[in-house]
C-alpha cells in the first residue's frame, strides 16, 4: 500500500488538475480561463462567460449568437414541470425544488455519457437555462400569479426579473444582475462543485452531478451567507449599534457573515464590484441608507481584526444581499439563485472531469473497533 496521507475536510489537498478557474488568493484576484473577474463582469455577459466556461474559449459573434439562441430556446418550462412547482409545498425549500426540477429535466434527453464536443451535456443547456425560470415561477405560483413565458429578446439576467414580476425591468437592474449572475458561475474546488466531479467520476449524467452540487449548496456552510448578511442588518437595526453588536459578537467568538475566505487573504474581487453595483443603484434610487451602513460595518470590522492581528476582509456575499434587495429579489431566493449562477461552472466541471476521468475514492482513517465476536441477542447485557 503505498503512503496515504490524512487532511480532515481534504485542506490542502490537490485532488485534480483544473484549466477552468484561477483564483490567487493572496493578491485577491480570480480568473475565469484566464480572464480577470472584472474584466469580465465589464465586457461579458452571462451567457458569453457560460461558453467560455463550457468551450474553453470566448466565442466569435456568430458562435455567441448561435449559443444564446439555443439558451433562450430552452428557457421555458414543460406543463408537467410548471404543474410540479405548482404542487411543491410553500414553505419547502427552493433549493429541493431545484433538485427535484433537474432530476426531472434529465428525462428530456437521452443520455451518451463520453467526451465529445458535441456531447449532449454540452448542447442540452436546459439545467442551465430553466434554473432562474424554476426560481421566478416559484415564486409567482408562491403568490398565487400566473405562469409568465420568457422573453428571448431579454439577457438571462434581465429574463428573471421578467418572468418574476411579468414586466421588464429598467436596464441597468437586467444588467446588474446579469453581472451578479456572471460573477457567481463558478470559483474552483468549493464543496458543491467537487460533489458535481465526484458524481460525474462515476459516470453519472451531468443532471445527477448537477442536482447533488444544489444539495452541497443547500448548506449553510457554502451558499446562504448573502442572506444571513442581510439578516444580520436587520438584527443591529442602525448605524449606531454596530460597535455595540460587533463588541458582543466578537467577545463571544462567533463569526461575523460576509467577511473572510477560506481561499482570499485579501479583498474578495467579486466584493468590489458588488459594492460598485450597490453604489450605482443606490444612487439611482437616492438611497444610500444600506451602503452606507454596510461601509461603516466593514470599517469597523476590519479596524477590530488588523488590532487583533488577524486581517480579514468582506467577501461577495458582504455585498451581495444588499445588491438583490435593492433589485427587490425576495431573500429566500438568494442561494437558490447563486446555484442557478453556478450551475455554468457545474456543468464545466463535469465536462472536464471526463476529460480524463478518475473515479474519486478517498480513504478514511479507521477509529472505530478492533475485530470482535458477534454477541447474540440473548446474551446482550445492554
Ligand atoms: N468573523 C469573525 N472572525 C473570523 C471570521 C469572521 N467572519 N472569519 C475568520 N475569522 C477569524 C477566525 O476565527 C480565525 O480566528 P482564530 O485565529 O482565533 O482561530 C482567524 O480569523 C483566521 O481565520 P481564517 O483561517 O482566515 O478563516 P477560516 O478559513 O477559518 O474561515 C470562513 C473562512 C469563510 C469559513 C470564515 O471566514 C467564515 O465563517 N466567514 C463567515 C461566513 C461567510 O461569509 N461565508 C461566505 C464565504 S464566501
Not at 426579473?161 to 411579468?166: A, W
Not at 452540487?213 to 448578511?229: C, I, S, T
Not at 468582506?314 to 438568494?334: C, E, H, K, Q, W
Request: one cysteine or more; aromatic letters at 10%.
Amino acid at each position: 500500500m503505498s503512503e496515504m496521507t490524512y487532511a480532515k475536510g481534504l485542506e490542502g489537498v490537490i485532488a485534480a488538475e483544473s484549466e477552468i478557474c484561477q483564483i490567487d488568493g493572496a493578491e485577491g484576484k480570480l480568473y475565469y480561463r484566464g480572464y480577470s473577474i472584472e474584466e469580465l463582469a465589464r465586457y461579458s455577459s452571462f451567457e458569453e462567460t457560460t461558453y467560455l466556461l463550457l468551450f474553453e474559449k470566448l466565442p466569435s459573434e456568430e458562435e455567441l449568437a448561435d449559443f444564446s439562441a439555443s439558451m433562450r430556446r430552452c428557457r421555458d418550462l414543460s406543463p408537467p414541470i410548471q404543474d410540479m412547482i405548482r404542487q411543491f409545498p410553500p414553505a419547502g425549500s427552493p433549493m429541493e425544488l431545484l433538485q427535484s426540477v433537474i432530476s426531472y429535466l434529465s428525462s428530456y434527453v437521452e443520455h451518451r455519457i463520453h467526451h465529445s464536443d458535441t456531447c449532449n451535456c454540452r448542447q442540452t443547456l436546459h439545467q442551465i437555462a430553466q434554473m432562474t425560470t424554476v426560481l421566478a415561477t416559484h415564486n409567482r405560483f408562491r403568490e398565487g400569479e400566473d405562469y409568465v413565458e420568457s422573453r428571448p429578446d431579454l439577457s438571462h439576467g434581465a429574463n428573471f426579473f421578467y418572468q418574476l414580476r411579468g414586466a421588464e425591468p429598467e436596464p441597468d437592474e437586467g444588467d446588474i444582475f446579469d453581472k451578479c449572475l456572471l460573477m457567481h458561475a463558478e470559483h474552483g474546488f468549493n464543496a458543491s462543485t467537487f460533489t458535481a466531479r465526484v458524481v460525474a467520476s462515476t459516470i453519472s449524467t451531468c443532471y445527477c452531478s448537477i442536482s447533488a452540487a444544489v444539495g452541497a449548496l443547500a448548506g449553510f456552510l457554502h451558499g446562504g451567507a448573502n442572506e444571513r448578511v442581510m439578516n444580520m442588518v436587520d438584527e443591529i437595526g442602525s448605524k449606531e449599534n454596530i460597535e455595540p453588536w460587533l463588541d458582543k459578537v466578537l467577545s463571544e467568538h462567533r463569526k461575523v457573515m460576509g467577511m473572510g475566505h477560506r481561499v482570499y487573504k485579501a479583498r474578495d474581487p467579486r466584493a468590489t464590484i458588488m459594492e460598485g453595483f450597490l453604489a450605482e443603484l443606490s444612487r439611482k434610487k437616492g438611497d444610500f441608507r444600506l451602503y452606507e451602513f454596510l461601509k461603516q460595518f466593514e470599517e469597523s470590522f476590519r479596524g477590530r481584526m488588523e488590532q487583533k492581528g488577524k486581517p480579514i476582509y468582506a467577501n461577495v456575499d458582504f455585498f451581495s444581499g444588499a445588491v438583490y434587495t435593492m433589485l427587490g429579489i425576495p431573500r429566500y431566493l438568494f442561494t437558490p439563485i447563486f446555484a442557478a449562477a453556478r450551475s455554468a461552472g457545474w456543468l464545466a466541471h463535469i465536462l472536464e472531469q471526463r476529460k480524463d476521468n478518475r473515479i474519486f475514492r478517498p480513504r478514511a482513517l479507521f477509529t472505530g473497533p478492533a475485530p470482535r465476536p458477534y454477541v447474540p441477542i440473548e446474551e446482550r447485557s445492554w
